[in-house]
């Protein structure tokens, strides 16, 4: 069975200083790979989406993530933080692409921006 | 703009009282889910539906039930048999069921049970 495990509850850095949100996934097949971010009392939005193509993805908002196989990560990073990317960050990982969209959602990572 | 709207966004009942979260979505999406979030915990899924009159169980359905009788709604019900129904919860859709369809979701419903 899938599983992703989201390395640190917490994460603070600086306005301006890069973002580093790590992701760890156990998969039995290719998976997908997803980043949602949930601002407080909100639902969650899509960042990026991994679906085999490039390892490296981009999304919304300057963010990023890359793909790697060999130590089953899919970290999520940022140049240059800002005040608003405070916020909680989800990966989720998804297996197979036909039939039941079957979702494993991580314990999420708050990120505080300090200014 | 297309999106998914749920109301209320704070919900207060007695124990023992069933209570219906609304859930409505104009994206013309044809698949549509329950998820429940607790702290510190990730989203957990209740129910999904991918068509009109049909839904499935997710892994926390008990005490919790739903319909499809429109493809824009999906109401779910928390009945008083739900052990610990406080909690934070979300409505989301997408086009298929897929790999490649990411999850709109809704802003949610805080469901305060005393």
């Known amino acids: 069975a899938q599983s992703v495990t989201q390395l640190d509850s917490h994460v603070s850095v600086s306005e301006g200083t890069p973002v580093l949100l790590r992701c760890n996934y156990s998969s039995s097949y290719s998976p997908s790979l997803f980043w949602y971010v949930q601002h407080p009392n909100k639902g969650l939005q899509l960042l990026l989406k991994?679906?085999?193509?490039?390892?490296l993805v981009k999304g919304i908002n300057g963010f990023e993530a890359e793909f790697k196989k060999s130590e089953t990560s899919f970290h999520l990073t940022k140049p240059s933080a800002h005040m608003s990317d405070a916020a909680e960050y989800f990966c989720?990982?998804?297996?197979?692409?036909?039939?039941?969209?079957?979702?494993?959602f991580g314990t999420g990572t708050r990120l505080l921006v300090s200014p | 703009d297309g999106g998914i709207t749920q109301s209320p966004k704070y919900l207060f009942r007695k124990e023992g009282q069933n209570v219906t979260l609304s859930c409505e979505q104009n994206?013309?999406?044809?698949?549509m889910y329950w998820y429940r979030q607790d702290p510190g915990q990730g989203l957990r899924l209740i129910y999904y539906s991918q068509i009109v009159n049909d839904f499935q169980k997710g892994d926390i359905a008990e005490g919790y039930s739903v319909s499809r009788e429109k493809k824009e709604s999906f109401p779910l019900t928390v009945t008083s048999a739900q052990k610990n129904p406080t909690a934070f919860y979300l409505c989301?859709?997408?086009?298929?069921?897929?790999?490649?369809?990411?999850?709109?979701f809704g802003n949610g419903t805080r469901l305060t049970v005393t």
């Open positions: 991994y679906t085999s193509a490039a390892t």
């Open positions: 989301a859709s997408s086009r298929g069921l897929g790999g490649n369809s990411p999850l709109h």
């Open positions: 994206l013309n999406h044809d698949a």
């Open positions: 989720v990982v998804s297996e197979g692409n036909t039939g039941f969209q079957k979702l494993v």
